[in-house]
């Protein structure tokens, strides 16, 4: 199983320019997730889905936008990127666990910078 | 709202030296905790989670964490570290309250080992 993949790995684009990044998972997970990781400030959730067709704003959302077209598939847009906005993102997966354990499989980021 | 706390944001040791990294958490139910690591250059890897029994877990690569309820604490300990242990660190914890949770986690800790 290749896990939780992330493509692009690296990007830089100009202010106001739109991209999505793709985040791909085969471990059949309900949950998937994308964080951004800025220095001195951890992990912070932009926006999740608990299943197939359903998103759901994080801490950071503004700016974001988010689809769980398919159940393997959580895909990250940013409609006009701001340098704000320069960050690691990661994607992460967890299974529908019962109790809620929420162990989190995580992607190996994608490094975006916005001139 | 659940938050996690390690206030040790740099940490240098020399190898072979001890290591205990801390973790508060402020939230008065059930907590499932973990501790993450990220290598450098690397994605977020599970180093150990706690859900239940015994407090005191063991993870991979020799590290432990014991949780002290009374305390609000999960403190990451290893008796003595390695160069390859040079890595960030973070904690966080999930609040089993029913329903989907979202995992919190903490600013890290940047552990550099000195040969």
């Known amino acids: 199983n290749a896990g939780v993949t992330q493509t692009p790995k690296f990007r830089v684009l100009k202010t106001g320019q739109s991209m999505t990044l793709l985040c791909a998972q085969d471990?059949?997970?309900?949950?998937m997730y994308w964080y951004r990781q800025d220095p001195g400030m951890g992990l912070r959730l932009i926006h999740y889905s608990v299943g197939e067709g359903t998103t759901a704003k994080g801490e950071v959302p503004d700016g974001y936008n988010v689809s769980r077209l398919k159940k393997q598939n959580f895909l990250l847009g940013l409609e006009s990127a701001a340098p704000s906005q320069t960050s690691v993102y990661f994607c992460?997966?967890?299974?529908?666990?019962?109790?809620?354990?929420?162990?989190?499989?995580f992607g190996p980021g994608t490094r975006l910078t916005v001139l | 709202a659940q938050s996690v706390s390690q206030h040790n944001h740099h940490v240098i040791l020399s190898e072979a030296a001890s290591l205990e990294l801390g973790c508060n958490y402020s939230?008065?139910?059930?907590?499932?905790l973990f501790w993450y690591v990220q290598y450098p250059g690397q994605h977020l890897q599970l180093l150990l989670k706690y859900f239940s029994g015994d407090p005191l877990v063991k993870g991979i690569k020799g590290f432990e964490a014991e949780f002290i309820k009374s305390k609000f604490s999960f403190n990451l300990r290893k008796p003595s570290v390695q160069w390859s242990d040079t890595a960030e660190y973070f904690c966080?914890?999930?609040?089993?309250?029913?329903?989907?949770?979202?995992?919190?986690f903490g600013t890290g800790t940047k552990l550099q080992v000195i040969p």
């Open positions: 966080a914890v999930n609040a089993r309250s029913g329903g989907y949770q979202k995992v919190t």
């Open positions: 992460a997966s967890s299974p529908r666990a019962v109790p809620n354990y929420n162990e989190q499989f």
């Open positions: 939230y008065g139910g059930t907590v499932n």
């Open positions: 471990m059949n997970h309900e949950y």
